[in-house]
């Protein structure tokens, strides 16, 4: 059995990371979504909240499992018996970002394989701080994300209330 693990923020999960999973199962065996607990980025959901909304978003798909964790990717992955990282490139500079830690972790662990899946075409705009920007500023994320996540985007940006600036410039 080849058990990939598809590690990530997930700040919330939307439509690209949904496309990238759902066809690495077609690759492999199962796919374990790793919610990471601590990143180095301003979250709007608790670790508990993001996991949650994954689930929910796979809730019918019995290849994908889903877990948090802290620490290296690659310890996490050996811990939980992953082969394989997948990782998703929507436009060039992920790429470069994707390349170097796909360095990184093969020099930290030498059996477990990066794979890197392109997104699908009308994915390639999508990212967690664009879709939580979108919906901070009272826009439609309902094309973007499932109905759940946008549901809970909601109550969370309404619970802001307005005490957190959107991240970028979509406001300009």
Do not use: C
């Amino acid at each position: 059995m080849v058990r990939a693990l598809f590690p990530g923020t997930f700040d919330p999960i939307h439509y690209g990371h949904m496309d990238i999973a759902e066809r690495a199962t077609r690759l492999f065996d199962e796919v374990v979504m790793a919610v990471y607990d601590k990143p180095l980025k301003s979250l709007i959901f608790s670790p508990e909240e993001r996991m949650e909304l994954v689930r929910e978003a796979f809730r019918n798909n019995p290849k994908i499992k889903v877990t948090g964790y802290s620490g290296l990717t690659v310890d996490f992955a050996r811990q939980v018996d992953a082969q394989v990282i997948v990782r998703g490139l929507r436009v060039f500079s992920d790429f470069e970002f994707e390349f170097r830690m796909a360095l990184a972790n093969q020099r930290l662990s030498k059996d477990i394989e990066t794979v890197a899946l392109i997104t699908a075409e009308q994915h390639t705009f999508l990212s967690s701080s664009t879709v939580k920007e979108i919906a901070m500023l009272n826009g439609d994320v309902s094309s973007m994300v499932p109905s759940h996540v946008e549901q809970a985007l909601k109550v969370k940006v309404d619970g802001l209330d307005g005490q957190q600036a959107p991240p970028n410039a979509l406001r300009d």
